[in-house]
C-alpha cells in the first residue's frame, strides 16, 4: 500500500465540499457576501479575483482559521461546520498557504513529519520517516536530490512540493493552495503544476488561488470568479476565453457569461429583414 493510498479516493465527480451563502464580515467591512463553492473529487478548482476580491478570506472560513458568520458547509453531503483548523484537517481538508511555514534549518524529512513524528519505543524512528518520505515523494514525481536535504538548500518549486507533500501525509480529500507558483521561475512553476496534475490523477479535490491566468488555465477544470466579496462568475476551462475571465474579474460587464452568450446568438429577424436596418435611414 502506498503514502497515498492509505484512505480509498472520493469517486471521481462527486462533490466534496459545498459552501452556500458563505458571509463574513470584519467590522463594517463585508469580506464575503453570499458566497458560494463546490469542490468535487479529481477536479481542479481555480479561485481568482482581484486584490481585496475575498479570495484569502474564503479560503480562511474552508480552512478554520476564519469561520464563516453566515451560511451552510457541506462535506461529503453532510452538514458540517468548520471551526478551527483542526477541524477543517479532521474532516479532509489540507491547506498550503503561500508562506509554507517550512524551517529553514532542518532537512525534508524532519519538514514533512513535523508534529507528526512516528517513533520507535522513546526515539524517533528515523528509518521509517525517510522510508516514507521517498515513497510520497516518488509517487508525486517530486525531483528532491535527498530527502537529507536541508528545506534552505532547496529552490522555490521544491519549497513548494515539500509543502504540498506534507499537507498530504494526513490523506485530506480536498488540498488547498494559495499562490502556490507566485516568484517561482518557467522551470520551478512547471514543476508545481505538474504536481497539481498528479493531485487531480489521485481523486483528490484541489483548489487553487492564483493571479496568473496562464497557469490557471493551465491545469483548472472549473473557474470560479470573486469581485468584490460576491460570485462575479464561472467558467468551464476550454468554454471561456482570458477576455471573459478578465471582464469579470474586473466587472467591465455585468455579467461575462451573458454577453459571450449574446455575442454567440445570431441575429433577429428584425435585425435582419428591416429595411430600416439596412442603411437606408442614413441613406434618406
Known amino acids: 500500500m502506498t503514502v497515498l493510498d492509505e484512505a480509498p479516493p472520493a469517486r471521481q465527480g462527486t462533490t466534496l465540499l459545498s459552501l452556500r451563502g458563505t458571509t463574513k464580515r470584519f467590522g463594517a467591512v463585508r469580506a464575503l457576501t453570499d458566497v458560494d463553492l463546490d469542490v468535487a473529487a479529481g477536479e481542479v478548482v481555480a479561485l481568482v479575483g482581484d486584490n481585496g476580491a475575498g479570495k484569502s478570506t474564503l479560503v480562511k472560513v474552508m480552512s478554520g482559521a476564519g469561520p464563516a458568520e453566515a451560511g451552510t458547509i457541506e462535506f461529503d453531503g453532510t452538514a458540517v461546520s468548520i471551526p478551527t483548523p483542526g477541524a477543517a484537517q479532521a474532516l479532509g481538508i489540507a491547506t498550503v498557504f503561500q508562506d509554507l511555514a517550512l524551517c529553514d534549518n532542518l532537512d525534508v524529512v524532519s519538514n514533512l513529519f513535523l508534529g507528526s513524528e512516528t517513533v520507535n519505543g522513546l526515539v524517533l524512528d528515523e528509518v521509517d520517516m525517510e522510508r516514507r518520505s521517498w515513497t510520497l ?3 508525486l514525481s517530486a525531483k528532491i536530490p535527498s530527502v537529507r536535504t536541508r528545506v534552505a538548500g532547496l529552490s522555490g518549486g521544491q519549497r513548494q ?10 490523506n485530506p480529500k480536498i488540498v488547498m493552495l494559495d499562490e502556490p507558483t507566485a516568484a517561482l521561475g518557467v522551470a520551478q512553476t512547471a514543476q508545481v503544476l505538474n504536481l497539481i496534475e498528479r493531485l487531480r490523477e489521485r481523486g483528490l479535490g484541489v483548489v487553487l488561488i492564483s493571479h496568473n491566468l496562464a497557469d490557471v488555465l493551465a491545469v483548472a477544470d472549473r473557474i470560479v470568479v470573486l469581485r468584490l ?17 478578465v471582464a469579470a474579474i474586473t466587472g467591465s460587464s455585468d455579467n461575462a457569461v451573458t454577453e459571450r452568450a449574446a455575442r454567440k446568438a445570431p441575429p433577429s429577424p428584425s435585425d435582419t429583414d428591416d429595411p430600416e436596418n439596412t442603411g437606408q435611414e442614413t441613406a434618406q
Open 137 to 139: 515523494l516518488r509517487e
Open 229 to 245: 466579496g460576491r460570485n462575479a462568475g464561472e467558467f468551464r476551462v476550454g468554454e471561456a476565453t482570458q477576455n471573459d475571465i
Open 161 to 170: 512540493v515539500v509543502a504540498i507533500a506534507r499537507s498530504l501525509l494526513g
